[in-house]
């Protein structure tokens, strides 16, 4: 039996709605995948930031120059991983530097979504900190002892 005219208007106009109602959801769902990718990939080059901040302050000789070579290697790590330093905060704690001591960084990024649609208000920030030790019998000539 063949459908009636009404009947084929009818099944028309319920995809309709149905597509009405599928799209948006749909849509949310595929930009909240690339909003996740990007937050993750800003986690990992965080973490890197971080971890070689860190590795780069242990080595130092003084709790200066640990500053700087931790400053120093934090930000040619996240303008390697495209972290913009506007929205990158990195701080290195060399207050326990010395033999045996340690060094601390931690670096917080704040993630930026504004040019996803629906998920353009959401602006999540990771952070990452890395303790890296200052070698016993390195050539520290200050701090602790």
Known sequence: ???TPR?????????????ALVVPLLLFLAFGVVGVGRITQAHMAVSAVATDAAL????AS???????????RGSVVA???GLSDGALHLTVDAGAF?????????????????????LGW?????????????????????GHR
Do not use: F, I, K, W
């Open 1 to 3: 039996m063949r459908p």
């Open 7 to 19: 009947g084929d208007r009818m099944q028309a106009g319920q995809a309709v709605v149905e597509l």
């Open 56 to 59: 780069a302050a242990a080595r």
């Open 62 to 72: 003084s709790p200066g120059e640990a500053l700087s070579m931790g400053m120093e």
């Open 79 to 81: 303008h390697g991983y």
């Open 98 to 118: 010395g033999r045996g001591g340690q060094v601390r960084a931690t670096a917080r990024y704040t993630v930026t979504l504004r040019d996803l649609p629906l």
């Open 122 to 142: 959401a602006e999540p920030t990771v952070q990452s900190t890395a303790v890296a030790p200052v070698d016993a019998y390195s050539g520290v000539t200050s």
